[in-house]
Each structure stands twice: as structure tokens, then as C-alpha cells.
T-cell receptor
Framework: NAGVTQTPKFQVLKTGQSMTLQCAQDMNHNSMYWYRQDPGMGLRLIYYSASEGTTDKGEVPNGYNVSRLNKREFSLRLESAAPSQTSVYFC???????????FGPGTRLTVL | AQTVTQSQPEMSVQEAETVTLSCTYDTSESNYYLFWYKQPPSRQMILVIRQEAYKQQNATENRFSVNFQKAAKSFSLKISDSQLGDTAMYFC??????????FGAGTILRVKS
């Protein structure tokens, strides 16, 4: 039982490059989320998927796209990376309504 | 807009003493869930404690307890017998529609020996 896994753990991109952050959970959770964490800002929601087949924008969706590939996997794509997207990205999943989020270990992304 | 407010950017406490971290929030819902998360230097987000708004009793987990004041929309975290391993960033969070967790900006807690 691995919980929530994220790949990669670290990534450096040049401005304009694209990449996909992968997230998978093995807890049979319905809801999955992508957050970014910046100093002094706490965690801000980028996109979420309340259930398989649905995705919705969060607080800061611009510059990102997501895919809920199946119940286990939820990926985040940066089509054309910008320095403002330098951040730590967390994936999380939740089972029951109001249940606590289980977080992955995070991905530190630097865009030069 | 930020709907969860943590007014203390940084706090420090001596080992074995008690410290209280503050959190206030906005909501128009009658039932909801509140959380405190701990983020140590390892960056892993760890659930500390969970409170359901319809429950009057304050949640407790070992040395961690909350003071939940529903009318005041206040949800503070008390850490008793502070330990060096409690040094971390602490986030208050509230669940919104769609099971979305909304976080405060965080409080850095330093436990001193």
C-alpha cells in the first residue's frame, strides 16, 4: 500500500518546454487534486477531479491542464512552462466526503 | 480569495511547554470539516487532527487538541508538551464543495531546547 505516489521528485525545465507530472493512488479514492505550494502562500488548488471522468478548475488553473486517466491516476501537464510556475507541486486524494486528503511527497519544479 | 486565515506567520516555544496556533475561516455552510496539517522539513504533508463542525466536542489526538468555536469561526490548535520533532510548518484547512481542501498560509513553529 504505497498511498499517493508522484513522479518525478525533481525537475528543471527551460522556459517554453512542456512536461507532465504523474500522480497515482492505490486507496480506491474517488477524488484527486493538484496543489502548488509557494512561500508565504500556503497550498493553492490548481485542478481537481471529484470522480473518475470529471475535472474542474481550482484557484490557479492558468497554464495547466489535467487528465484523470482512470480512478488511480491524475496527471498535470504544463504545455509551455514559465518561470512563474516554479513551485512545489503536490498531488492528493480523498475518499469519503469531508475525508482528509492523503498527500504525495511532492515534486519540486524549477523553470529557468 | 483566501477563506482560511492564519494570523501568526511564525511562533516559537520551549520544549515541554504548550503552544496554541490560531486559525479563522469563512463559510456559509452549517456542516463542514476542518483540519490541521503538519509539514516538517521533509515536505511531506501529515494530517494532525480533524474536526467535524456538527460535533460539539473538540477533537483530540494525543498531545494535539483543538479549540473549535463555531460561532466565531475559529479553529485553534494546541500542542502540549512540545517536542523538538514538532518543529514544522502547520496549515489549517477547510473542506469546500467537491471535497476541495482550502488552506491557510501556514504558521512556522520552532521548538527550542
Amino acid at each position: 500500500n504505497a498511498g499517493v505516489t508522484q513522479t518525478p521528485k525533481f525537475q528543471v525545465l527551460k522556459t517554453g518546454q512542456s512536461m507532465t507530472l504523474q500522480c497515482a493512488q492505490d486507496m480506491n479514492h474517488n477524488s484527486m487534486y493538484w496543489y502548488r505550494q509557494d512561500p508565504g502562500m500556503g497550498l493553492r488548488l490548481i485542478y481537481y477531479s471529484a470522480s473518475e471522468g470529471t475535472t474542474d478548475k481550482g484557484e490557479v488553473p492558468n497554464g495547466y491542464n489535467v487528465s484523470r486517466l482512470n480512478k488511480r491516476e491524475f496527471s498535470l501537464r504544463l504545455e509551455s512552462a514559465a518561470p512563474s510556475q516554479t513551485s512545489v507541486y503536490f498531488c492528493a486524494s480523498t475518499g469519503l466526503a469531508g475525508g482528509p486528503g492523503v498527500f504525495g511527497p511532492g515534486t519540486r519544479l524549477t523553470v529557468l | 480569495a483566501q477563506t482560511v486565515t492564519q494570523s501568526q506567520p511564525e511562533m516559537s516555544v520551549q520544549e515541554a511547554e504548550t503552544v496554541t496556533l490560531s486559525c479563522t475561516y469563512d463559510t456559509s455552510e452549517s456542516n463542514y470539516y476542518l483540519f490541521w496539517y503538519k509539514q516538517p522539513p521533509s515536505r511531506q504533508m501529515i494530517l494532525v487532527i480533524r474536526q467535524e463542525a456538527y460535533k460539539q466536542q473538540n477533537a483530540t489526538e494525543n498531545r494535539f487538541s483543538v479549540n473549535f468555536q463555531k460561532a466565531a469561526k475559529s479553529f485553534s490548535l494546541k500542542i502540549s508538551d512540545s517536542q523538538l520533532g514538532d518543529t514544522a510548518m502547520y496549515f489549517c484547512a477547510r473542506v469546500e464543495y467537491g471535497n476541495k481542501l482550502v488552506f491557510g498560509a501556514g504558521t512556522i513553529l520552532r521548538v527550542k531546547s
